[in-house]
């Protein structure tokens, strides 16, 4: 019995234990489900989204920008297809064997991913690893997906000229946004990697050309893999342009500079249209636009020619003889000086210590207004300077625009220095002195104008005083609407100068050509005015190194110019052409103008504001 | 003597319970089987539903033989069970760094799981047979008959499953006649040894398991790293929230965030789905097995049924414990399944066997008084 009752006890005690055993485990459920709560109640919303941040990577769409024309509707710029490397850094797994493999297989060096993969802070936004590459490139690395996670490679647009380096100025050429760039006011807000407008036209109308990007959102598996589309906003490509630029006669302006170095501007007097804008040397935009390597970026940057310089705008020149003209409108509304005053000019001027030099050994004679101008006579526009004074010169030469932006629709223009007495004081801190002015009334010493500025004053001039801005863009047409928007002429105000004065000088003019130093411009089919200029590069005249041009070393050359407008009488086509270290302008210039001209005026009938409509 | 008495209520209740639990686990297993399979690829989700018929052959047996004579050959059992264990040290085939499984075929069997089970027997064997007086008895003997199976678990090396075992031995002790005042000096000195065992513990733990416990303190130490599992697994039960996100918004699952979405971390799973309220059905479940469990084993006819069934008790609920509270980042991660849901041949078959010689024991309580 004692047994038993010890047995029985024995198994009570088995049980009461147990029962710390169930007690201890149901407790411990409990603990778990505080902490489930905790977990899924108290901080869901905070799991969700990290969750959320796991599943989800956008991708930024990237809008094709806007194809740019030439006036008779001729491709400029479009864009092709072009395979990006994208790399999201959340994603990647073995950073070590993503450099290795992106080394062997597209020779990116290993050091320059791991350099970008330390800059980028936001761990799922993609970066750009590499543009253009070949299909081969984006066959293989899509063969190794599965291995390399976080790549992707993704076909979007690239900027293509179709023309080559033709036009390169004035178009400009594409790339990634830079920092820079984002704090200017016309690229704020853009996304990291925007494509945008670097120079020329598709900077000045980047707001018009870029579009509106879009954004995938896509879901991804724990390898990077897209699984899914979530949300698209599709991109809108960007506005088409119609440049006012007449292609053929800018292929053959640029193949009329070659080699030299220089600028040719063509303008329509009638309403300030670019027709050409060639700078010399060039450059490819297409090789600028894709992913520009820092050494082939030194090669550019660094060249002594300066191929990305728009010579056309940003080029500063003194004027040289072309300045004549300024001087010769400033007499003839001067009380001081008439057409029929007569000078004599023996190929010398002294003024103080100073002998200035006529350019004509032995000088012209006798001479009048018309026939200096006609023969680019040094002594007899000495004269007229000594008598007028810098600041008439000043103040006539500003009627024509010079010293002041065009206002074309370009960036960073170049003004140029029309200098006077109040200028000198301001800029140099002295006072002016009169041998200087004998040096402006020919066009030297400080004053400097861009090719584009004379091609707005000489066609003011042929038009009878109406001085337009110069009108790059014609009209845009909306990608959004189709709707073709013209952009209005623009005129800056007539030059306030008598008729007479036009007549005068246009007369003058036709007879430079005629029988005067501009000969070379002289065409059996186009009535062509226009003036001369050899401007100085070095202080001293480089024909007093040498009378025979082809012996001066080329640096030391002067820069050729001829400004002329056609036909005489009913103009359509203003021209200033400007060849750096070549010679007289009579010799190396105007030819140019000449070819350009009549080049222009064989076609001149065809009414291109039907081309621009036929396009819609 | 096979029993031949149609199941009663209690016992169905028993049943469905575990059902439900097993239910659930194939679900998570086919939530996370990427579709579509390659050619020829059994789907995981069918090969546990083979795994469970197994199980519930397994499971029927238990329920049949009469535990008696299980506990018969309790000692021999034990031993094989010992020279399984250290044939798989010899010629198991490793992975990850531990040899814990024998290759059948294209079938792998993990002996450290069988011998938890065969641990129970043995050690329910010899405190029903012994006086438990004294702490020789009660806490030396066992010990030294635990021991060898353990340390043979830890050369594997499976820390969780080294785990399991010492917390049947001290469990059974404790239900076995253990004074709480023993087991509180018996910690305490365990405690006082740790600063000096911890050095030795330390440098024979692998590098990865070392990690585990290290990022266990701090997930975002490393989070594509080593914390990875810890931090995925968080991110998963706490995102699925109060409701749950089902099946197809589950990305944590779906997309592979969550390693081991199968086996280990299938909670996790589990949890993102069906969120807080999913879960507490799930924990009801849980609590009542425990409940009828404790049931089952304080109505045994004999100490032997109890101590069997306590062990079981404590073999199920320590895994459930230890694999929750490691999904949910207040435990470090160690290799321990959710018994009944996670994928595996071994754990699931012997679960299932677990349970049926618990419900063996229920039935042969009325034979008390034959």
Redesign the interface.
């Known amino acids: 019995m004692s047994r038993f009752t010890t047995q029985h006890e024995?198994?009570r005690?088995?049980?009461r234990?147990?029962?710390?055993?169930?007690t201890g485990?149901?407790f411990?459920?409990l603990l778990?489900?505080a902490?489930?709560?905790y977990?899924?109640?108290v901080?869901?919303?905070?799991?969700?989204e990290?969750?959320e941040q796991?599943?989800v990577r956008t991708v930024d769409l990237k809008p094709a920008r806007g194809l740019i024309f030439d006036r008779h509707g001729e491709l400029l710029a479009n864009n092709v297809p072009s395979f990006n490397l994208y790399l999201t850094v959340e994603d990647i797994?073995d950073r070590e064997g993503l450099a290795a493999a992106l080394e062997e297989l597209i020779g990116l060096p290993r050091a320059e991913t791991k350099k970008r993969l330390v800059q980028q802070a936001k761990s799922y936004v993609p970066i750009l690893l590499k543009s253009g590459l070949t299909l081969r490139e984006a066959a293989l690395l899509e063969g190794r997906r599965l291995d390399l996670t976080g790549l992707r490679v993704q076909a979007e647009s690239q900027r293509n000229y179709v023309q080559g380096p033709v036009g390169s100025h004035l178009l400009g050429y594409v790339g990634e946004v830079s920092p820079e760039q984002q704090e200017e006011r016309d690229f704020a807000g853009l996304i990291q990697g925007s494509i945008v407008g670097k120079a020329g036209v598709e900077k000045t109308y980047d707001r018009m050309l870029r579009g509106k990007p879009g954004e995938k959102t896509i879901?991804?598996?724990?390898?990077g893999n897209e699984?899914k589309t979530v949300s698209v906003v599709e991109q809108t490509p960007g506005d088409d342009l119609y440049l006012s630029l007449n292609l053929r006669l800018q292929r053959l302006a640029e193949s009329l500079l070659g080699a030299e170095s220089g600028a040719i501007v063509a303008l329509d007097p009638r309403n300030g249209d670019v027709l050409v804008m060639a700078s010399s040397p060039a450059y490819d935009p297409n090789v600028l636009s894709r992913g520009l390597t820092p050494v082939l970026w030194e090669q550019i940057a660094s060249d002594t020619r300066h191929p990305l310089t728009n010579r056309a705008l940003q080029g500063q020149y003194p004027p040289g003889s072309t300045f004549k003209i300024m001087v010769a409108s400033a007499a003839l509304e001067s009380d001081k000086w008439s057409a029929d005053t007569k000078v004599r000019c023996a190929g010398a001027f002294p003024s103080g210590k100073h002998m200035f030099k006529d350019w004509k050994k032995g000088g012209h004679g006798v001479m009048d207004l018309y026939h200096a101008i006609v023969q680019s006579c040094d002594v007899y526009f000495y004269n007229v300077g000594q008598r007028l004074g810098i600041d008439t010169i000043a103040e006539t030469a500003r009627l024509f625009g010079l010293g002041q932006p065009t206002g074309i629709d370009l960036p960073s223009e170049r003004v140029g220095v029309v200098p006077s007495t109040e200028w000198k004081q301001r800029v140099r801190k002295e006072p002016w002195y009169v041998g200087e002015t004998i040096s402006a009334s020919i066009g030297q010493g400080y004053i400097t104008v861009t090719p584009l500025q004379m091609a707005v004053a000489i066609g003011a001039i042929s038009n009878g005083g109406t001085l337009h801005r110069p009108r790059l863009v014609r009209a845009v047409r909306e990608r959004a609407t189709g709707r073709l928007q013209e952009f209005p002429s623009v005129e800056r105000g007539p030059v306030p100068l008598q008729e007479d004065t036009f007549h005068f000088l246009q007369d003058a003019l036709r007879e430079v050509v005629l029988h005067g130093t501009g000969g070379r411009a002289r065409s059996q089919s186009i009535s062509i005015a226009g003036k001369t200029g050899t401007a100085q590069t070095v202080g001293a005249r480089a024909s007093q190194l040498s009378t025979d041009e082809e012996a001066i070393p080329k640096q030391f050359r002067d820069h050729a110019w001829f400004v002329a407008y056609a036909p005489a009488e009913e103009p359509q086509i203003a021209v200033a052409v400007l060849v750096e270290n070549t010679g007289h302008g009579g010799t190396y210039a105007a030819p140019i103008a000449k070819a350009l001209i009549e080049e222009y005026m064989k076609d001149s009938d065809v009414d291109d504001r039907h081309q621009i409509a036929g396009q819609l | 003597m096979i029993d031949t008495r149609s199941p009663d209520s209690f016992e169905w209740r028993f049943v469905l319970v575990v059902l439900g639990i097993l239910a659930l686990g194939v679900i998570s297993i086919y939530s996370v089987s990427p579709s579509p399979m390659s050619k020829g690829q059994t789907p995981l989700y069918a090969k546990q539903l083979a795994w469970i018929l197994i199980g519930l052959v397994a499971f029927l047996a238990a329920v049949a033989i009469d535990y008696h004579s299980l506990a018969r050959h309790a000692y021999v059992l034990y031993g094989l069970t010992l020279i399984l264990l250290v044939l798989v040290l010899v010629m198991g085939r490793s992975s990850r760094g531990a040899q814990r499984w024998f290759a059948v075929g294209p079938l792998t069997f993990q002996p450290s799981e069988v011998a938890k089970l065969v641990l129970i027997l043995v050690l329910s064997k010899y405190f029903a047979d012994v006086q438990?007086a004294g702490w020789i008895q009660r806490v030396i003997v066992p010990g030294l008959i635990t021991l060898p199976g353990l340390l043979l678990i830890l050369k594997q090396p499976d820390l969780g499953t080294a785990m399991s075992f010492t917390f049947i031995f001290v469990?059974m002790a404790?239900?076995?006649?253990l004074h709480?005042k023993a087991l509180g000096l018996g910690v305490l000195f365990t405690s006082m040894l740790f600063p000096f065992a911890w050095e030795l513990i330390w440098t024979s733990l692998h590098d990865y398991q070392r990690d585990r416990i290290l990022t266990f303190w701090d997930p975002m130490t490393d989070p594509?790293g080593k914390g990875y599992h810890a931090l995925?697994s968080?991110?998963?039960?706490?995102?699925?929230?109060?409701l749950g996100k089902g099946l197809v918004e589950a990305?944590?699952s779906r997309?592979?965030?969550l390693?081991e979405g199968h086996t280990d971390f299938i909670f996790a799973v589990f949890?993102e789905q069906w969120?807080?309220i999913g879960?507490?059905v799930l924990?009801l479940l849980?609590?009542a097995l425990?409940?009828l469990a404790?049931e089952i084993?304080?109505k045994a006819k004999?100490?032997l049924g109890?101590?069997l069934a306590?062990g079981i008790?404590?073999m199920v609920?320590f895994c459930?414990?230890v694999n929750?509270?490691m999904t949910?980042?207040?435990f470090p991660i160690v290799g321990i399944p959710l018994p009944l849901m996670s994928y595996g041949g071994t754990t699931t078959v012997t679960s299932m066997a677990a349970l049926g010689l618990l419900l063996n024991v229920k039935r042969r309580r009325l034979t008390l008084f034959y």
Do not use: H
């Open positions: 024995d198994f005690n088995l049980q234990r147990l029962l710390y055993l169930r485990l149901l411990c459920l778990l489900s902490r489930l709560w977990l899924q109640v901080k869901g919303p905070y799991y969700r990290l969750a796991n599943r797994r879901e991804v598996d724990a390898r699984r | 438990r469990s404790l239900v076995g006649g709480a594509a995925q968080r991110i998963a039960i706490g995102s699925g929230g109060l990305t944590q997309l592979k965030f390693p949890a969120g807080f879960v507490f924990f849980f609590a425990i409940f404790s084993a304080s004999d100490p109890l101590l306590a008790l404590s609920g459930l414990m929750v509270g949910m980042g207040i």
